[in-house]
C-alpha cells in the first residue's frame, strides 16, 4: 500500500510500503499541517488553515491547488 509523509517544510512524499521505496516526491505550495488519503479516488489531500491541495496517489500529479 501506499503510504503519505508531509512536513511544515511544503513537501509531500509517496512510500511504498511492501516495497519500502519512495514512489515520489513534491514539492507544496504552503506548510503541511494535515494529510489525508482518499483510497477510494487514489488522491492524497494536503491541508492547512489556508486552503486544500491534492495529488494522484500513484503518479504524484497534482490533481487540485
Do not use: C, H, M
Request: glycine share 16%.
Amino acid at each position: 500500500g501506499v503510504v503519505a509523509r508531509a512536513s511544515d517544510k511544503g513537501y509531500l512524499k509517496a512510500l511504498d510500503l511492501r516495497a519500502g521505496k519512495q514512489i515520489w516526491q513534491s514539492g507544496t505550495s504552503r506548510a503541511v499541517t494535515g494529510l489525508g488519503v482518499s483510497p477510494k479516488n487514489g488522491v492524497l489531500i494536503a491541508s492547512n488553515k489556508k486552503g486544500l491541495e491534492g495529488w494522484d496517489a500513484k503518479s504524484g500529479q497534482r490533481k487540485f491547488q
